[in-house]
């Protein structure tokens, strides 16, 4: 059995394919591990994986950067996301918001599945179709869901393992707070050698 390796770019594995010298193909075959690159988003992600996930893999590790809610969190921070929620998808009612859970048509919250120990610290994480850069958005997300994390894929990499049963991580290295859109406050050049370094080591081990 074999673990595949998730990430939405190139880029955010760029050191991780040159230290196992990998071609740059979106779908890499190695003898104990493939490599999938998605694509950005959470329909790319879903796609891609209907297409390449199957029971020949007994693990799914996505690798990724993410916004922070919680500043107190050092960017480049690598972080174990174990819950992670589609957190638009649902319907508004005024100024009430409603699941998809609540409306009876599915599930919004996914938890990662796994007995491995990573080592990492544990996070909550919400999967945005539009990344948050509003205070009342902001406000509004952490009253509602008070994640830790953002991203674009995270809960349909949860969600497309769970359908086929097979164990999930989902880790990712915080690279910019969740706050109104300012470039120059980001580090996703510390973010990405952070999250290669542990995602080197963690595959290497398991070969």
Known sequence: ?????????????????QHFNLPEGNFVESKNF??????????ATAFALGKHLSHQYNLVVNFGIAGS???????????????DTFAELGAENGDEFLTITDLGFGENHYTAKTQRKVGLPLAKGITM???????????????????TTESMEGAAVFYAAKQLNI????????SNYVEPRNKENW???????????????????MN
Request: charged fraction near 20%; aromatic fraction near 6%; proline fraction near 1%.
């Open 69 to 83: 809610f919680d500043k107190s969190i050092a960017l480049g921070t690598v972080l174990n996301i174990t819950e």
């Open 167 to 174: 164990d999930c991580l989902q880790i990712r290295s915080v």
């Open 129 to 147: 179709n539009c990344v948050t850069g509003s205070e009342k958005s902001i406000r509004n997300l952490i009253e509602r869901l008070n994640p």
């Open 1 to 17: 059995m074999k673990t595949l390796v998730v990430a939405a770019t190139k880029a955010e594995l760029t050191f991780f394919y």
């Open 187 to 205: 580090k996703i050049g510390l973010a990405i050698k952070n999250l290669n370094d542990w995602a080197i080591a963690f595959i290497g081990e």
């Open 34 to 43: 493939d490599l999938l690159i998605t694509g950005v988003g959470m329909v």
